[in-house]
């Protein structure tokens, strides 16, 4: 099946930045799409930002654009989100995903198809 597990959440102020980090394991994720979701209680898990197998141009939720940046090795089956300029409205739990197709990702119920999640981690953005 394949695991994704993130690290790098953590307590920021408002303005600040953060890096989360994902590391993909059991599978070779070189041909997935991967990328970032995120969930605040009483809410549905929604995209971030994707980027496809190929390291393309990633996309970005317009909520994100020109703040976030995703990267990734896949040799190393690693993905990166870079969040700058963060505001309490960023605060969530953060989940990797990876999925073959971007469509999947970016649809609007994505969270229902995705294939592959990592367990998530806390992002907490201080006023």
């Known amino acids: 099946q394949g695991r994704l597990v993130e690290s790098g959440g953590g307590l920021v102020q408002a303005g600040g930045s953060l890096r989360l980090s994902c590391a993909g394991s059991?599978?070779?994720?070189?041909?997935?799409?991967m990328g970032w979701f995120r969930q605040v209680p009483g809410k549905e898990r929604e995209f971030v930002g994707a980027i496809s197998w190929s390291g393309g141009q990633p996309l970005y939720a317009d909520s994100v654009k020109d703040r976030f940046t995703i990267s990734k090795d896949s040799a190393k089956s690693m993905v990166y989100l870079e969040m700058n300029a963060l505001t309490p409205d960023d605060t969530a739990v953060y989940y990797c995903?990876?999925?073959?197709?971007?469509?999947?990702?970016?649809?609007?119920?994505?969270?229902?198809?995705?294939?592959?999640w990592g367990q998530g981690t806390l992002v907490t953005v201080s006023s």
């Open positions: 059991g599978r070779t994720f070189s041909a997935y799409c």
């Open positions: 995903a990876a999925d073959r197709y971007m469509v999947t990702m970016t649809r609007e119920d994505a969270y229902k198809y995705v294939e592959v």
